[in-house]
């Protein structure tokens, strides 16, 4: 999918979602459903644009287990919809994350390190919605990659500005206020330069764990190596 670029054009305004768009939050839901049955004992969330609600037909299904876990367990429990395999830091510093794709457009995320309170609430900035939200048809405000907030209503959403109201965003979503500056930071930057590439993001081998085909990587690699270490 192309890049999304920040908007600052307006405050606020409504979008009403017409039948079709409905559809398709609608059969994505149905698909997430699905599989996070299967991982109804990890605790799994959705979150982005399926757990806001304003999906479009070429949205991705992101599914979360919002702590560590074996690799072992997920794979069990997913079975034969495992189609390819992922450790992925976005940057030196950050959470070391598997990635289950499950087709083009579905991926289970782990991770393979404890996480921060901070990297848990990277999720919830995006929205994130749990198994029970999923079946109830639940929807979650969020912001989306364009840095604008996204609160659900009966016939849509309202999309708000989130330069500005930091503080207000903050609250709505139940995060902190440095987590939305941050986002706020690396998000304009991104718009202005570019993304700058994902530090790591290398496929597991059909033959190797995740944890086995980790400690090979942190072997290797200083800044790997001491983000394990952090969680043992």
């Not at 699905?34 to 479009?56: C, N, Q, T």
């Not at 364009?146 to 708000?160: A, D, F, V």
């Amino acid at each position: 999918m192309p890049r999304e670029k920040v908007v600052r054009v307006w405050d606020e305004r409504e979008v009403i979602y017409p039948p079709k768009r409905w559809r398709y939050l609608w059969e994505k839901r149905e698909k997430a459903l699905k599989i996070m049955e299967l991982l109804k004992d990890f605790d799994p969330h959705v979150y982005g644009s399926v757990a806001r609600g304003d999906v479009r037909k070429g949205s991705d299904i992101d599914i979360v287990i919002p702590y560590r876990v074996s690799s072992y367990l997920i794979e069990l429990a997913l079975g034969d919809l495992v189609e390819r395999r992922r450790i992925v830091m976005a940057t030196p510093w950050h959470l070391i994350k598997g990635h289950i794709e499950i087709d083009e457009e579905t991926t289970v995320t782990f991770f393979l390190v404890d996480p921060t309170d901070r990297e848990l609430e990277f999720y919830r900035w995006g929205g994130m919605l749990d198994l029970w939200g999923v079946k109830t048809k639940q929807r979650v405000p969020g912001v989306n990659k364009k840095l604008i907030l996204i609160i659900p209503t009966e016939r849509g959403h309202i999309e708000r500005e989130v330069v500005g109201r930091e503080s207000e965003v903050a609250k709505i979503l139940g995060v902190s206020v440095d987590i939305v500056e941050e986002r706020v930071k690396v998000l304009t930057r991104r718009d202005r330069i570019g993304r700058t590439g994902i530090y790591l993001d290398e496929e597991v081998p059909d033959w190797k764990s995740f944890e086995e085909f980790l400690k090979e990587l942190a072997d290797r690699d200083p800044n790997i190596r001491r983000r394990v270490r952090e969680s043992i």
